[in-house]
């Protein structure tokens, strides 16, 4: 298996016995297997089967499913009128105009009505039932074999965008971690300075103090967790990329690890060079958890 996208769209067609097949589907993002139908009437007994295909396929996604059926090869059985009934709805109809002033009844509004008109189904027997329904879920199958396979290319192209993502955040990270701002021999020449001048602007103030709180800002504005961290998520991302299967939720979960991070390693900062480079980790991070969003 291989990485799928949760968008694509399929089509595939067959002919039973004079009747042609026509089967549509189409997925989008969705958080688990989501299934619209659209049969024409009196297919309905084919849902059960349907859904428990697309199930066995997919593990995450909206479907939109369409069936046709070609009319000229179909049996059609003629409409039949209940004259009775639809002579007590028009009198009705015609009453309740007279009387409160309502529209009048349109021929075609009252043909609608549940009673009125029924289209009998085509008389069949059960082998041909059974034939025709396997050949609709053979249709079916294949539908659903080009959209597996339009939901793996466009799978691949998301895993070479992500991993093209993870580069960048890697790149950054490292040269977060080579910053000259974070040299030992830098920070204590800054914080002796700083202390200086301290004690400079008031003779009052107690210099060991001075050097034991500079000391502990110094350890609070380390950013090395930060830095393995980020490490440690690019290496879990490239190996989830890297493997089959559903990982859509795996590496949103990353995406969020990766954003608290460098959000974490802006707050961190004591340089303006790292802060901008959590700026660019932060601005990274959501165009890979945008395009996470699209995997399966």
């Known amino acids: 298996m291989t990485l799928q996208s949760m968008t694509g769209f399929s089509r595939a067609a067959a002919d039973h016995d004079g009747v042609s097949i026509a089967w549509e589907v189409k997925s989008v993002n969705g958080k688990s297997v989501e299934l619209r139908l659209r ?6 007994r084919l849902e059960p089967a349907v859904r428990q295909a697309v199930q066995k396929r997919f593990a995450r996604g909206n479907f939109q499913a369409t069936l046709t059926l070609g009319k000229a090869g179909l049996q059609q059985a003629q409409p039949v009128v209940n004259e009775a009934f639809l002579k007590d709805v028009a009198g009705l109809a015609q009453r309740l105009q007279e009387q409160f002033g309502v529209a009048p009844a349109s021929a075609d509004g009252l043909l609608s009505l549940r009673g009125v008109l029924d289209l009998p189904e085509p008389i069949e027997n059960e082998e041909f039932r059974a034939a025709f329904d396997a050949a609709l879920l053979a249709a079916f199958n294949d539908a659903l074999a080009g959209l597996e396979t339009a939901r793996r290319a466009e799978g691949e192209a998301l895993k070479a965008l992500l991993l093209g993502h993870v ?19 830098l920070i204590r020449q800054k914080l002796a300075e ?6 400079d602007a008031s003779a009052n103030l107690d210099e060991s103090r001075l050097h034991m709180e500079a000391a502990f800002l110094a350890t609070k504005a380390d950013i ?7 490490k440690t998520h690019v290496a879990s991302a490239r190996s989830l990329l890297g493997s089959a299967g559903a990982v859509g939720r795996k590496l949103d979960f990353l995406a969020q690890e990766f954003n608290r991070e460098s959000n974490t390693l802006c707050s961190k900062s004591n340089a303006a060079t790292v802060t901008a480079i959590g700026l660019e980790l932060k601005a990274v991070v959501d165009q890979f958890r945008e395009q996470v969003q699209n995997l399966e």
């Open 39 to 44: 049969l024409p009437p009196g297919f309905e």
């Open 224 to 230: 090395r967790e930060e830095i393995d961290r980020l």
């Open 167 to 185: 580069d960048v955040i890697e790149g950054l990270t490292l040269r977060a971690e080579a910053d000259p701002s974070r040299d030992p021999a």
């Open 194 to 199: 700083q202390v200086r001048l301290l004690m």
